[in-house]
């Protein structure tokens, strides 16, 4: 008997493993088991939670940019000018214009992080109250409705659209539930 190639053998046991797989979900269906997916991503866009999450990350931290970018023009500024005036100054007040700018931009640069540090542990505090408010409507809705499993579209290769739950979800997160 002839041996299989090793990239035969791997081509084999995808067949079979996806035979598997289809004969498990026709098993499931077969049993009655309800599936759905839902589009994650645009059930978060779309929700009310995220534009809220949105608007309240610029309230908070669009002025805070503002002003940083109000500090880099001054820092760029004051570069020009001395870089302008260096050859009318003496020694010691170039060396002393140059060590004053170059405290202000460290200081600047420390403020960035921090902004930085801020906006992003925000933005992830705010992130996540909007995914644990969004896998609470989808768990509840499951549950109404007798879904026994719901996948998100992004593991999933091919979903018929009859079972995507996504505008349901979206009606939802809109409604009552979404408080």
């Known amino acids: 008997m002839k041996r299989l190639s090793r990239s035969s053998s791997v081509v084999v046991m995808i067949a079979a493993g996806l035979m598997a797989v289809a004969l498990g979900a026709s098993r499931a269906q077969a049993a009655g088991i309800k599936v759905a997916v839902v589009d994650y991503l645009a059930l978060v866009q779309a929700s009310p939670q995220y534009r809220s999450a949105i608007a309240t990350l610029r309230a908070q931290f669009l002025p805070k940019q503002k002003h940083l970018q ?15 005036n260096a050859a009318t100054m003496t020694q010691d007040q170039l060396e002393q214009a140059e060590l004053n700018l170059r405290e202000k931009a ?42 026994n499993l719901v996948l998100s579209t992004d593991a999933v290769l091919y979903a018929d659209g009859s079972i995507d739950i996504t505008p349901a979800l979206l009606k939802e997160f809109k409604g009552p539930a979404a408080h």
């Open 106 to 147: 460290q200081s600047f640069q420390q403020e960035q992080v921090s902004v930085e540090r801020a906006l992003n542990t925000r933005r992830n505090e705010l992130m996540s109250n909007v995914q644990k408010t969004l896998v609470g409507v989808v768990q509840t809705y499951a549950r109404q409705h007798g879904y």
């Open 70 to 84: 109000a500090e880099a023009e001054a820092l760029k500024a004051k570069q020009a000018t001395l870089q302008r």
